[in-house]
């Protein structure tokens, strides 16, 4: 059973990073396939958060910051320190991914409306 999970997790990964690589090789700008290669790696964080009973449109950082906030139980907390520190260079990664997602910015611009 852990294998098949493994496998269901490990798939997506493996399948993004086949399409990655062909991106390399498509015609169209450095700035396109760029942006292209982060919403496939977007779509995997929201995949797995899903595959965890997490909301679909949602990120596993934003979520461990909605959780620390809601439930301020060492799990909570824990989970999202372990996710700052892996984004060190990105400070206050998940907060900034929390407020992101409430601002709608994943969104293209045509759908964020005025919330």
Same mark, same amino acid.
């Given at each position: 059973?852990?294998?098949?999970?493994?496998?269901?997790?490990?798939?997506?990964?493996?399948?993004?990073?086949?399409?990655?690589?062909?991106?390399?090789?498509?015609?169209?700008?450095?700035?396109?396939?760029?942006?292209?290669?982060?919403?496939?790696?977007?779509?995997?964080?929201?995949?797995?958060?899903? !595959?965890?009973?997490?909301?679909?449109? &949602? #990120?596993?950082? *934003?979520?461990?910051? +909605? /959780?620390?906030?809601?439930?301020?139980?060492?799990?909570?907390?824990?989970?999202?320190?372990?996710?700052?520190?892996?984004?060190? !260079?990105?400070?206050?990664?998940?907060? &900034? #991914?929390?407020? *992101?997602?409430?601002? +709608? /910015?994943?969104?293209?611009?045509?759908?964020?409306?005025?919330?």
């Amino acid at each position: 059973m852990l294998t098949f999970i493994l496998f269901i997790l490990a798939l997506p990964l493996i399948l993004s990073l086949v399409v990655v690589a062909w991106s390399f090789l498509a015609s169209g700008t450095l700035e396109e396939t760029s942006w292209w290669r982060w919403q496939v790696l977007v779509a995997y964080d929201q995949l797995v958060n899903t !595959f965890f009973r997490g909301w679909a449109d &949602e #990120s596993i950082s *934003s979520r461990a910051y +909605r /959780l620390s906030l809601s439930y301020p139980c060492d799990g909570c907390q824990w989970a999202r320190k372990l996710i700052d520190k892996i984004f060190f !260079f990105d400070y206050n990664h998940c907060e &900034e #991914s929390y407020r *992101s997602e409430k601002e +709608r /910015l994943q969104m293209p611009p045509e759908l964020r409306g005025n919330t």
